[in-house]
Every structure is written in C-alpha cells, then in structure tokens.
T-cell receptor, first 111, second 120 residues
Framework: GENVEQHPSTLSVQEGDSAVIKCTYS??????FPWYKQELGKRPQLIID?????GEKKDQRIAVTLNKTAKHFSLHITETQPEDSAVYFC??????????FGKGTLLTVNP | KAGVTQTPRYLIKTRGQQVTLSCSPI?????VSWYQQTPGQGLQFLFE???????NKGNFPGRFSGRQFSNSRSEMNVSTLELGDSALYLC???????????????????FGEGSRLTVL
C-alpha cells in the first residue's frame, strides 16, 4: 500500500522567515496531494492541494510543488506569522479512495 | 450548512469493553472516512464508506469495524478494547465523488472534532 514519509517532524522558525515541509510517497498511481493544517485542539482543515497534472500551485503565502518522477512534494510557507503555528499533514491519494497521511510536522513560528 | 458532527466527544472505557462512535456527515456528502490520531503517528486510515458500502479498509485488526446507514451517518465500533486504542478518532466526510478514473479521491475531507477515547 501507499506509504507517505514527512519531514521534518518539528520545525521552528522566526516570524517572517520561510518554512518548508517535505513529503515522499511510494505509490506511483497516486495523483492527488493535499495538505491539512491542524491547530491545537482543532480539527484538520485543508489548506492547499495539488493534482499530478500540475507541478506547482500557489495560494497567497503558501505554495506546493510536486515532482512526480521523484515522488515527492513540498509545502512552502513564506513570511510566516504566529498564526501559522500548527501541525501540518501531507497526504497522498492512492487507489480505492484511500488517502494516506504523513505523520505530521509541528511548525512553531516564534514572534 | 452544518459541519461534521461526532458523538460522543469524550469517553473513558476499561480494557475489554467495547465502544461505538457516531459520525453525521455534512448534508449531501455520501463518503465518510474514519481516522485514528495518536501523538507521533499522525492520521491513520481506518476505513471509508460510500453509499453504505465499505470501499477500503486500513491496516487495523478486526476489532475495529464500521458501518454506514442510508442517511450517510456512520458508526465505528471497537471491541475488546486495549490500552493502545486510546486515541482521537476523527471522521471526515467528502463531497460526492466526481467519478474520475482510477478511483482516486479528489474531494476535500471535512473533519469532525473527533471522539477522544481513553482506555484504562
């Protein structure tokens, strides 16, 4: 089955810096790659997603890149703010309607 | 539009007991997925239901089971509880499948607030 590896597990940055979280996946049939943000004590929420026919997608301060050949995708957050502090999960959409998540990255933005 | 509702929000059980968790999806969503969240393990897929049929199942023992009703509400059951079953159980619903070839999920998952299970 699909296996998603996510790095780093924790990331601490200064406000205004950029943050990058990387994920790799194993199933070459995966073609949907969403990112979810989970603030402390809250439910995960989709922040951005990308499909395999696109190499990059941007939404204001966040962007996701995808390299299908290498089977990895990354989340980039620019000009980080304290409210960006949360756990971020990457995921890969494989066969049989199953979405496999990475183990998460705890991002801390220090004011 | 009401969000995904999970009940109960918190519960405490002892080893050997069984538990049933309920999930009401967003109106119009026919797909319901269940995930187990534990510190350090992220979100682990349990199973997914669509129109009362289990379409896929994760790598959990048979003690974990689920079902979906005709109104898309779903329940999951864990029998013979173990200490390691303590976790936050999240359900998520998604919009009607758009029918892309290959059966790959394309829709956004809308999560409930979860049911936090503690097994003593």
């Amino acid at each position: 089955g699909e296996n998603v590896e996510q790095h780093p597990s924790t990331l601490s940055v200064q406000e205004g810096d950029s943050a990058v979280i990387k994920c790799t996946y194993s199933d070459s049939a995966s073609n949907y790659f969403p990112w979810y943000k989970q603030e402390l004590g809250k439910r995960p929420q989709l922040i951005i997603d990308i499909r395999s026919n696109v190499g990059e997608k941007k939404d204001q301060r966040i962007a996701v890149t995808l390299n299908k050949t290498a089977k990895h995708f990354s989340l980039h957050i620019t000009e980080t703010q304290p409210e960006d502090s949360a756990v971020y999960f990457c995921a890969a959409g494989g066969s049989n309607y199953k979405l496999t998540f990475g183990k998460g990255t705890l991002l801390t933005v220090n004011p | 539009k009401a969000g995904v509702t999970q009940t109960p929000r918190y519960l405490i059980k002892t080893r050997g007991q069984q538990v049933t968790l309920s999930c009401s999806p967003i109106s119009g969503h026919r797909s319901v997925s269940w995930y187990q969240q534990t510190p350090g393990q992220g979100l682990q897929f349990l199973f997914e239901y669509f129109s009362e049929t289990q379409r896929n199942k994760g790598n959990f023992p048979g003690r974990f089971s689920g079902r979906q009703f005709s109104n898309s509400r779903s329940e999951m059951n864990v029998s013979t509880l173990e200490l390691g079953d303590s976790a936050l159980y999240l359900c998520a619903s998604s919009s009607p499948d758009l029918g892309l070839a290959g059966g790959v999920r394309t829709g956004e998952l809308f999560f409930g607030e979860g049911s936090r299970l503690t097994v003593l």
